[in-house]
C-alpha cells in the first residue's frame, strides 16, 4: 500500500511560479510511475502530468507544455510538479496518483493511490 501526500500549493500572481511536491511512502516507489492531475470546481479531474517509474519519460497535457516539468526523486520517494508562467485557468486542487508499472495519459479510474489534494489559486 502507497501513501502520498501532497505539499506546495498556495496563492501566487499570474506569471508566478510554485512547485508541488508528491512525497510517497509504504511501498517500493520506484516501480510506480506517478500522475498530476488537477480538479477545479464543478469541473472533472483531468490529467495534467506523468513521469514513468525510472523517470524516463514524461507527458503533458497540451495546456502545461513548456511552462510545467515533472520530475522524480527516487533517493527521497518524491515526484514534483514545478510550475512556472502560471495562469489563472490553473486554479485547481491539485492531486498526485500512484500504480505499479507505467501507465501514460489514463483514465483517473486506473489509479489506486491518490493523495489528499494541494490547492493552487493563480490570480489575475
Known amino acids: 500500500q502507497v501513501q502520498l501526500v501532497e505539499s506546495g500549493g498556495g496563492l501566487v500572481q499570474a506569471g508566478g511560479s510554485l512547485r508541488l511536491s508528491c512525497a510517497a511512502s509504504?511501498?517500493?516507489?520506484?516501480?510506480?510511475?506517478i500522475t498530476w492531475f488537477r480538479q477545479a470546481p464543478g469541473k472533472e479531474r483531468e490529467f495534467v502530468a506523468t513521469i514513468s517509474w525510472s523517470g524516463s519519460s514524461t507527458y503533458y497535457t497540451n495546456s502545461v507544455k513548456g511552462r510545467f516539468t515533472i520530475s522524480r526523486d527516487n533517493a527521497k520517494n518524491t515526484v514534483y510538479l514545478q510550475m512556472n508562467s502560471l495562469k489563472p485557468e490553473d486554479t485547481a486542487l491539485y492531486y498526485c496518483a500512484a500504480v505499479k508499472g507505467d501507465a501514460y495519459i489514463v483514465p483517473p479510474s486506473v489509479f489506486p493511490y491518490w493523495g489528499q489534494g494541494t490547492q493552487v489559486t493563480v490570480s489575475s
Open positions: 509504504g511501498g517500493a516507489f520506484n516501480t510506480y510511475s
